[in-house]
T-cell receptor, first 114, second 117 residues
Framework: DGGITQSPKYLFRKEGQNVTLSCEQN?????MYWYRQDPGQGLRLIYYSQIVNDFQKGDIAEGYSVSREKKESFPLTVTSAQKNPTAFYLC?????????????FGPGTRLTVT | AQKITQTQPGMFVQEKEAVTLDCTYDTSDPSYGLFWYKQPSSGEMIFLIY??????QNATEGRYSLNFQKARKSANLVISASQLGDSAMYFCAMRENYGGATNKLIFGTGTLLAVQP
């Protein structure tokens, strides 16, 4: 089955620690995205990548970092510089960066930092 | 600036009835794309339907249809014959820079739909 996997589903960390969220896709999609969702709000774009070894900041990139060393993987690191890291994080991918290609989403990771 | 507005925080509908979820958008770009996603309580986002700004006809996908009124900048989702499994959060989203070099989506705040038996 093709799809996007995110692990773990729930993640707990102490304040001041960096944490890396995993995102893997086997859809052979070129583009990948990271979104953050807070309660009662829509999704906000953190980072996106159109091709391997290239990525761009989204609307709320401060306190986050990413890498794209392989086409199928796009991990997100939440650093200690992120002021309010507790949120639901969703990874997505699409066939390309143009046209009407919809974005396919993973199941999400719920991060709680105390 | 581009913006998506969903004014209905929550909606109730009886099973087997139709329901319309509102979405208005604001953009100065003549080329754009509009999407609807469903988010069940489990959290994943499920793509439902897409409408391009130059599409002549309203998009339909099974029980889902998109009532696209370009002059009014609205893209309402119509769900016909509601089922209990339709209970979820629904998000309207717009593609930024359609046809350009980016595929960024801007999301509304969502509408929580509850289908009652």
């Amino acid at each position: 089955d093709g799809g996007i996997t995110q692990s773990p589903k729930y993640l707990f960390r102490k304040e001041g620690q960096n944490v890396t969220l995993s995102c893997e896709q086997n859809l052979n999609h070129d583009a990948m995205y990271w979104y953050r969702q807070d309660p009662g709000q829509g999704l906000r774009l953190i980072y996106y990548s159109q091709i391997v070894n290239d990525f761009q900041k989204g609307d709320i990139a401060e306190g986050y970092s990413v890498s794209r060393e392989k086409k199928e993987s796009f991990p997100l690191t939440v650093t200690s510089a992120q002021k309010n890291p507790t949120a639901f994080y969703l990874c997505a991918s699409s066939m390309g960066d143009r046209g009407s290609y919809e974005q396919y989403f993973g199941p999400g990771t719920r991060l709680t930092v105390t | 600036a581009q913006k998506i507005t969903q004014t209905q925080p929550g909606m109730f509908v009886q099973e087997k009835e139709a329901v319309t979820l509102d979405c208005t958008y604001d953009t100065s770009d003549p080329s754009y794309g509009l999407f609807w996603y469903k988010q069940p309580s489990s959290g994943e986002m499920i793509f439902l339907i897409y409408q391009g700004s130059y599409d002549q006809q309203n998009a339909t996908e099974g029980r889902y249809s998109l009532n696209f009124q370009k002059a009014r900048k609205s893209a309402n989702l119509v769900i016909s014959a509601s089922q209990l499994g339709d209970s979820a959060m629904y998000f309207c989203a717009m593609r930024e820079n359609y046809g350009g070099a980016t595929n960024k989506l801007i999301f509304g705040t969502g509408t929580l739909l509850a289908v009652q038996p």
